[in-house]
C-alpha cells in the first residue's frame, strides 16, 4: 500500500505507525509540520519515505533505525537538524537529506 502527495497541512498523524503494510509514504509539496513521529519506526516493511519540502523540524528520530526494509529516505529541503542517527539500513539505496541542518557521518554498513 501507498498514500501519496495531496495538499495536506499540519503534523504527519501518528496512526502512520499503525499501518504495519504501508510500503511508501510519498509527500512532496505538502504542509507536513513539526517533528517526524517516533511512530513511523513501527512501520517496519516501508520501503520509501519521501517528504522533500514540507516544514517538518526537529530531529530524526532514532526509531527510524528500525526501518530495515527502507531503500529510499529522502527528506530534502525541510527544517531537520540534529545528528543523523547512529544505525544500520542494509537496504538503504537514496538517502537525502540536502537543504537540511542534519549534520553527522553515516555509520559503518548503511550501504549495501
Known sequence: GAT???KYSGP????LGEMKNLSTIVGLGNAFSGPLPTELGEVT???SLILDGSDL???IPRS???LTAARVVSMASTKLSGEIP????PEL??????GTSVEGQLP???WR
Open 86 to 89: 547512529q544505525c544500520t539500513l
Open 12 to 15: 504527519l498523524p501518528t496512526e
Open 64 to 66: 527510524l533505525c528500525n
Open 4 to 6: 501519496s502527495a495531496s
Open 93 to 98: 539505496n537514496v538517502l537525502n537529506l540536502a
Open 45 to 47: 516493511g516501508l520501503v
Open 108 to 110: 559503518d554498513g548503511t
Open 57 to 59: 523540524k526537529g530531529t
